[in-house]
């Protein structure tokens, strides 16, 4: 497993590295052998917290994620590796089960989508909306990258959304060919939105003789 231990604005140390090193490696062998790669990024918060963020790549396509934050570091990674070691163990056999499936099918349709990046920091948005500017204005795009929105089922979606620590998931489902998103509520539901679903009730349409 490839390890990378960074520090934004924070000095990380022989000590620091080597334990954030030997917790990630007991992680994996036991709870998940298939893990390629870690990361870990230790930041500022103010003057006196820490704020950590762990990130787990278990085989090709699954990112387990954690944040915490502490006024010590060893704290704050401490908590943040507990958690991914938390959702590792919540999800051990569906993603067992995950990497058994794709190696039956390694052909696993996705679609190649672009991800943009778009500006927000120093812009001010209410004094731009009030300047003559035409309504049809596009926003910066300071990034673009490529990406795959892989075929999975909601639970699948729900599971990979829960791992990575997101607010939502955009997945292609395969029973019904189209985009889905599934997504955290603010009672602490999971929100599903299948745009197939719509036209359900809709006759369909014949070609006019």
């Known amino acids: 497993m490839q390890v990378s231990v960074k520090g934004q604005h924070v000095d990380v140390g022989e000590s620091l590295r080597k334990h954030v090193e030997e917790k990630l490696e007991v992680i994996k062998s036991k709870f998940f052998n298939r893990v390629t790669d870690a990361s870990v990024t230790f930041g500022r918060e103010g003057h006196h917290l820490f704020r950590v963020h762990t990130i787990f790549h278990v085989g090709q396509d699954v990112k387990v994620q954690a944040t915490a934050e502490s006024t010590d570091p060893y704290v704050a990674f401490d908590e943040s590796a507990e ?3 938390k959702q590792l163990r919540k999800y051990k056999n569906r993603l067992r089960d995950h990497h058994e499936r ?3 099918s390694p052909e696993a349709s996705f679609i190649l989508a672009r991800d943009y990046i778009l500006q927000t920091q120093g ?3 209410e004094s731009e909306a009030s300047e003559a500017e035409p309504a049809h204005a596009e926003p910066i795009i300071v990034a673009e990258l ?3 929105i ?3 089922s909601v639970s699948e979606a ?3 959304m829960d791992l990575a620590d997101q607010n939502f998931m955009l997945f292609k489902n395969p029973k019904t060919d189209t985009l889905n998103i599934v997504y955290r509520r603010p009672d602490g539901n999971i929100g599903w939105i299948d745009p197939s679903l719509a036209d359900a009730g809709r006759p369909k ?3 006019a003789a």
């Open 83 to 85: 958690r991914v070691s």
């Open 102 to 104: 794709l190696e039956k």
């Open 123 to 125: 812009v001010d948005i």
């Open 146 to 148: 490529t990406t795959n």
């Open 150 to 152: 892989q075929a999975m």
């Open 158 to 160: 729900v599971m990979r």
């Open 205 to 207: 349409k014949t070609k």
